[in-house]
Nanobody, 121 residues
Framework: QVQLVESGGGLVQPGESLRLSCAASGSISSLYAMGWYRQALGEVRELVADITSGGSIRYTDSVKGRFTISRDNAKNTVYLQMNSLKSEDTAVYYC???????????????WGQGTQVTVSS
């Protein structure tokens, strides 16, 4: 019921920047969390950053100070500004959208198609 379209991935050198975008359409909830997970080859998928409808933000420790998540409510879009990229950031990044109940629990989960981020010299 929710479609997520990602863009912004690519190949960059260490220290450079990328900005990911994720636009949501369909049955948009008034209570949600939206953000990105990533999965590197041979590794489990991990949360990178997300933001709730109430404005709460969280980041995984490895990206704090380098990545910034933001939201444009009018466009139902979230952005992930990724600065000072490292080779360790190389992964497929998946946009994630979660319906939340009033207690903050996830009741529906949707995934984008994934976008490849490669950081290499």
């Amino acid at each position: 019921q929710v479609q997520l379209v990602e863009s912004g991935g690519g190949l960059v050198q260490p220290g450079e920047s990328l900005r990911l975008s994720c636009a949501a359409s369909g049955s948009i909830s008034s209570l949600y969390a939206m953000g990105w997970y990533r999965q590197a080859l041979g590794e489990v998928r991990e949360l990178v950053a997300d933001i709730t409808s109430g404005g709460s933000i969280r980041y995984t420790d490895s990206v704090k100070g380098r990545f910034t998540i933001s939201r444009d409510n009018a466009k139902n879009t979230v952005y992930l500004q990724m600065n000072s990229l490292k080779s360790e950031d190389t992964a497929v990044y998946y946009c994630n959208y979660e319906y939340r109940n009033r207690f903050g629990a996830s009741v529906r989960t949707y995934w984008g198609q994934g976008t490849q981020v490669t950081v290499s010299s």
